[in-house]
Nanobody
Framework: VQLQASGGGLVQTGGSLRLSCAANGNGFSINVMGWHRQPPGKERELVATVTSGGTTNYADSVKGRFTISRDNSKNTVYLQMNNLEHEDTAVYYC???????????????WGQGTQVTVSS
């Protein structure tokens, strides 16, 4: 299973960006998909998650500004980021909790990261 993220870039404070992450491969199903971020000089932190049934969870810092969604038919997760703040500057990583056919348990997969820079 490979996760391919896209959509990062440079935006001014108050602007918007939409990140996408597609999971590719064969013989798997995805339980939870999510986005994490790592600001410069800081630890990686959770941004938002969405289950296969559509239940979402957000970090307090992004509630009301970011929206996570997924298209199960495309194994793709999106992160719509509005009203961006300088503090949202980070490398954003997508993740997927995956069940591989024929294997017991779930495995965690990560995308390569995409840079989001918000200029103040």
């Amino acid at each position: 299973v490979q996760l391919q993220a896209s959509g990062g870039g440079l935006v001014q404070t108050g602007g918007s960006l939409r990140l996408s992450c597609a999971a590719n491969g064969n013989g798997f199903s995805i339980n939870v998909m999510g986005w994490h971020r790592q600001p410069p000089g800081k630890e990686r932190e959770l941004v938002a998650t969405v289950t296969s049934g559509g239940t979402t969870n957000y970090a307090d810092s992004v509630k009301g500004r970011f929206t996570i969604s997924r298209d199960n038919s495309k194994n793709t997760v999106y992160l719509q980021m509005n009203n961006l703040e300088h503090e949202d500057t980070a490398v954003y990583y997508c993740s997927a909790l995956v069940r591989i056919s024929g294997r017991v348990g779930l495995a965690d997969y990560w995308g390569q990261g995409t840079q989001v820079t918000v200029s103040s």
